[in-house]
Each structure stands twice: as C-alpha cells, then as structure tokens.
C-alpha cells in the first residue's frame, strides 16, 4: 500500500460509539415504575437514544461509550423478565441520537390490534443462517416456496429490501391488518418470512397472520439488522434505513451519515414505525 492511502486510512475515525436496538415481549404489570427505574439507571451517563415501556414489554435503541451500553444491559437483565432480552449491533463514529428519553406507551410497537399479545406465545422464527440457505435454493426443507413479506413503512422499503420481497405499501404500521385481509391469497401455498428492521413489528405482523389462518407463517429473527450482523448482504439490495442520525446501514452495518439528529425523537409516529 502506498504511503498516501496508508495514511489516509489511519486518518480515519474509529467508530467507538456502540448502537444497539432489542425489544421483548413480556407482560409488565407496573410500566410507569419501570419507566421510572429505567430513567434514574440512565439519568446522569452517556448513553441517548430512546427506550419505550408498555404493558406488553419493552422496546430500546440506544448509543453511547460501549462500557456504559454494556453495564446498562447488565442491569437490565438483572431483572428476570428481561434475562435473556438480545440485542442487534452496530458501531458508529458519532452519537447518531440527540437526548435520552424513557417513556411508557400503550404499545411498544403500536397497530390498533388488541387481540394481538405477543407475550402470550411468540410466532415461529428462523434465524439469518437458515433464511438465507433457503433463498439460495429457492425454497424451504419442505419445498415451498418462500414469500418474504416487508412489514416497514413504504418509504422504508425505498431505500432496501430483500430480492423479490412483498410490500403492499403500508404509510405505517397499523394499516398492516388492512393490508393482510385485502393480499392474504397472494401467500397461499407458500413459506411466509415476515421481517422488518429489528424484529418488533414482524413478531406481530406473524402472530396477525397465524391468527387470521394464513398457513406456514415465520419471523426473521432479529430483523435485517441481525441478519445484516449474521449474514452480511446476501439476496438483499440496497440499506436499511434507521431512525436516528446514521439514516441507513449497509449491510457490513456501515452508516450513511455520521449526524446526531433528534428525528427519532421528533416523529411522533417512532414507536409505529420502529
């Protein structure tokens, strides 16, 4: 290599801000005293970023020194409802949020949907390894076809999605049960692999469809960031557009930009579209 572009790469900043985004579905019988504990854990560090708590469970994405990202973890799954809460993640040279806020909601993914309860049994998954061994052979062990189903916002899906996914164009994520009752013949006869970009809105979007009869339903395990994290870019085009001042990620999880924006915090439609 020569000199030049050697010192050009060491010239380069070191990402050394750890992102993470996790959820879990699990009944919480006091979230307004959950949200206060949360709040004095993270009161006075550096971590921002925004975490949400509902009667149905919790929904995080957070960023900051890695120590702090790690010892909060700890913490949280101290408690035993949250033990074995997993997390996606990706690094970033600058603090991509603004300002820390915990907050409790009805829902920590919200679609309008009170049959639907998650923590009363999740949706059958496959994890990154498998899903992309099925798409390399265009199929699934059982010989079916696989129907990848794109749960995000339409303007989500415009900046990447999988090769051949389906998007029925949703403006957010409580027009998905509109959706499903108008295309559910378009997933007959096939495998259905719901995913999104971390895992939260796919889980419902699957328990829906199971509920609703379609047949042969899964989850992507961890959305496309875990997929992105265990399998890199393969049958995907394009990058995963996030809401926080990264904008997307490619698929090795690089981020377009390097900006901290409050637009996660300023969008009042975050926990739909999360």
Not at 43 to 58: F, S, Y
Not at 129 to 140: A, E, F, N, Q, V
């Amino acid at each position: 290599m020569q000199a030049g572009a050697l010192a050009a790469l060491e010239s380069r900043p070191v990402p050394d801000i750890l992102n993470i985004a996790a959820y879990r579905f699990v009944p919480i019988d006091e979230p307004i005293a959950l949200r206060d504990s949360l709040r004095g854990q993270v009161a006075n560090g550096g971590l921002k970023g925004t975490i949400l708590v509902a009667p149905e469970g919790i929904n995080l994405f957070l960023a900051g020194p890695p120590e702090e990202v790690r010892a909060f973890l700890d913490f949280l799954r101290a408690d035993a409802r949250f033990a074995d809460i997993e997390t996606k993640e990706s690094w970033s040279e600058a603090q991509p949020f603004r300002r820390m806020l915990v907050k409790a909601k009805r829902e920590i993914i919200r679609m309008d949907h009170p049959a639907i309860q998650p923590a009363a049994g999740r949706a059958p998954g496959v994890d990154a390894t498998t899903l992309r061994r099925w798409l390399d052979r265009g199929r699934d062990d059982e010989g079916r076809p696989i129907a990848l189903l794109d749960t995000r916002n339409a303007f989500e899906v415009e900046h990447g999605s999988f090769e051949g996914a389906i998007d029925w164009r949703i403006a957010k994520f409580t027009e998905f049960p509109a959706a499903l009752e108008a295309h559910r013949n378009e997933l007959a006869g096939k495998t259905v692999v719901s995913f999104c970009t971390g895992g939260i809105r796919c889980e419902k979007a699957a328990i829906l469809m199971r509920e609703a009869g379609v047949q042969n339903v899964l989850q992507l395990e961890g959305g496309i960031l875990k997929y992105f994290e265990e399998v890199g870019g393969a049958h995907y085009r394009g990058e995963c557009f996030v809401f926080d001042g990264r904008e997307a990620l490619a698929p090795d999880l690089s981020a377009r930009s390097a900006r901290a924006s409050a637009r996660a915090f300023e969008d009042p439609d975050l926990s739909i579209k999360r």
